[in-house]
Nanobody, 122 residues
Framework: QVQLVESGGGLVQPGGSLRLSCAAS????????MGWYRQAPGKQRELVAT???????NYADSVKGRFTISRENAKNTLNLQMNSLKPEDTAVYYC????????????????WGQGTQVTVSS
């Protein structure tokens, strides 16, 4: 029904920048909330940032001031601009979509992308 595909991960030195993108496709009329989560080796998946259809954002304390989340509702795309990257930002980053209207009166949640690896290392 709904597919999420992330792109933009890679290897970057500490202090560098990366931009992640996520494209949602399928039977989509609207998406209430989209977000980025990450999971480092041996750790639980954690929230990085979320954004509502109206543009309200929420960030983890660890990324405030360094990461910026944005979306284009008409294109069902989500972005994450990551600046001043630190080694502790190393993780697999996942795109998430909740409150997806797939037909009139039909909403679904819990859609995830396959993840993209971000490695911050010198």
């Amino acid at each position: 029904q709904v597919q999420l595909v992330e792109s933009g991960g890679g290897l970057v030195q500490p202090g560098g920048s990366l931009r992640l993108s996520c494209a949602a496709s399928g039977s989509i009329l609207s998406i209430d909330r989209m977000g980025w989560y990450r999971q480092a080796p041996g750790k639980q998946r954690e929230l990085v940032a979320t954004i509502t259809e109206g543009g309200t954002t929420n960030y983890a304390d660890s990324v405030k001031g360094r990461f910026t989340i944005s979306r284009e509702n008409a294109k069902n795309t989500l972005n994450l601009q990551m600046n001043s990257l630190k080694p502790e930002d190393t993780a697999v980053y996942y795109c998430n979509a909740d409150g997806v209207t797939i037909a009139r009166g039909v909403r679904r949640s819990g859609f995830w992308g396959q993840g993209t690896q971000v490695t911050v290392s010198s």
